[in-house]
Nanobody
Framework: QVQLVESGGALVQAGGSLRLSCLASGRTFSRYDMGWFRQAPGKEREFVAA????????YYVDSVKGRFTISRDNAKNTGYLQMNSLKPEDTAVYYC?????????????????WGQGTQVTVSS
């Protein structure tokens, strides 16, 4: 079992930056691949980015490539999503998720544990 708590969401103007954090507790964080997903009102949950358990592989949805960076610090049991050049269409609740078994980074259903989410609002 692992518990995930996101933080760092806020209201920001378009063009601004935020860094989201995902603090994990419970089992060893380094055993888990990690992903970030988001869900906007009236829309389905969408894959944003993912990083492998050792940090060696990363994946991004096309709409955030070049603007967002996913990373992790296993010594601190924390994952991060650095978001730059934010746009109004990035407005959503952002969730971090952890996967223990076989990994399909972009598939929400393959993740075993989820946080409660943190709200990101980008004003135009």
């Amino acid at each position: 079992q692992v518990q995930l708590v996101e933080s760092g969401g806020a209201l920001v103007q378009a063009g601004g930056s935020l860094r989201l954090s995902c603090l994990a507790s419970g089992r060893t964080f380094s055993r888990y691949d990690m992903g970030w997903f988001r869900q906007a009102p009236g829309k389905e949950r969408e894959f944003v980015a993912a990083v492998s358990r050792n940090g060696g592989s990363t994946y991004y949805v096309d709409s955030v490539k070049g603007r967002f960076t996913i990373s992790r610090d296993n010594a601190k049991n924390t994952g991060y999503l650095q978001m730059n050049s934010l746009k109004p269409e990035d407005t959503a609740v952002y969730y971090c998720a952890a996967n223990l078994g076989p990994w399909y980074p972009m598939v929400a259903g393959e993740y075993d544990y989820w946080g409660q989410g943190t709200q990101v609002t980008v004003s135009s």
